[in-house]
């Protein structure tokens, strides 16, 4: 696992792959590189991966107070795909899609395709009305409330219980437990960005204007204002495409990688002007 400072803060990264594509993954909240190893050893013969820790996980550096979480993300990825000297495929999960979506509109020359899977892009369904939105709210603020609290453990808890997966809590290994309670802090620093507050908003009028193909994974059992954002970008994206897996949910990347991997495949595989399926199977 390589590492270097980018952008002034200590990253690490994962790198895989024989490819001639260059590929470069961001992981989730709460989650490291290592959930994209389903993912990336289905692609191994498509590209050369790189998988980088986003800050303050993993073995990256810690959070940067004077920016942003996702500045700070963003700042570190582009410096890393800056170092490898071409454009690069983004694929990004969650947080980690937002960042994504984020280099692609800072410095669309480095970003030859953009994947999004499950992206937390709130503001996207806030900008086009949807109802969805206030509910999302509502059902996230237990999250709030209890960090204002200063219990992290119940706030790891009730995130969890809201994104991951399913699972329960009390199933999940300690040491998983520790870690994201470690850092469920961090979930609300990117809580602007996402909801279209401060700087980092990304209105839909700018989504409009990017001009590069974007690949939208969601899964059939994800929160509702999950397939409310993936819509309103499918309404947005000038050249776009969607894939649903069936039977799965927020953490579509982990539970089913095969499935993500191959529509991710036959989306940088596809010609231009051919759409990718609709949907793939679960089994």
Not at 85 to 91: K, S, T
Not at 93 to 104: D, E
Request: glycine fraction near 10%; aromatic fraction near 6%; charged fraction near 20%.
């Amino acid at each position: 696992m390589p590492g270097a400072v980018l952008a002034g803060s200590q990253a690490w990264w994962r790198e895989q792959g024989q490819g001639a594509r260059e590929m470069l993954f961001l992981h989730c909240s709460l989650a490291h590189s290592g959930a994209w190893k389903g993912v990336l050893d289905q692609l191994d013969d498509l590209a050369h991966m790189l998988a980088m820790d986003l800050p303050g996980h993993g073995r990256s550096g810690p959070r940067d107070p004077s920016r942003s979480w996702q500045r700070q993300s963003a700042d570190m990825a582009i410096a890393l795909i800056e170092k490898g000297g071409q454009p690069v495929d983004l694929v990004g999960h969650s947080f980690g899609a937002t960042v994504c979506l984020r280099i692609a509109h800072d410095r669309p020359d480095l970003a030859r395709s953009l994947t999004l899977i499950e992206p937390v892009f709130f503001s996207a369904a806030r900008d086009a009305g949807r109802p969805e939105f206030a509910a999302h709210l509502v059902e996230n603020a237990a999250v709030y409330e209890l960090l204002d609290k200063g219990d992290l453990e119940g706030a790891a808890r009730a995130f969890t219980q809201l994104w991951g997966g399913g699972v329960p809590w009390e199933m999940l290994p300690v040491e998983q437990r520790q870690y994201m309670t470690d850092r469920i802090s961090i979930v609300r620093e990117g809580g602007d960005s996402v909801l279209g507050e401060g700087p980092d908003y990304i209105p839909l009028e700018r989504i409009r204007q990017m001009d590069l193909p974007v690949l939208l994974i969601d899964g059939e059992r994800t929160d509702p204002i999950i397939h409310a954002v993936q819509e309103t970008l499918q309404e947005n994206f000038p050249d776009v495409r969607r894939v649903t897996v069936a039977g799965a949910g927020h953490m579509v990347p982990i539970t089913h990688p095969r499935e993500v991997a191959n529509a991710v495949r036959a989306f940088l595989e596809a010609p231009a002007d051919q759409a990718v399926a609709a949907s793939f199977s679960g089994s």
